[in-house]
């Protein structure tokens, strides 16, 4: 998966089948078109030394 950041703007693009399904989940979960949208919210710690693993909450 390519992440680029962009000042406030991040794109995700998929590298393979499996992770664009994986994406197309997260967003169906994420983006809802008659409630609020939802949002991912950081926990935790990245540290990639430590563990190369960053876990957000959808909120």
Do not use: H
């Not at 609020?36 to 563990?51: R, T």
């Amino acid at each position: 998966m390519d992440i680029t950041v962009d000042k406030n703007v991040v794109e995700f693009k998929p590298g393979n089948a499996q992770e664009t399904a994986a994406m197309e989940i997260l967003w169906r979960i994420i983006v809802d078109c008659i409630r609020d949208n939802k949002k991912l919210v950081p926990i935790g710690e990245y540290i990639p030394s430590k563990e190369n693993l960053a876990r957000f909450v959808i909120e």
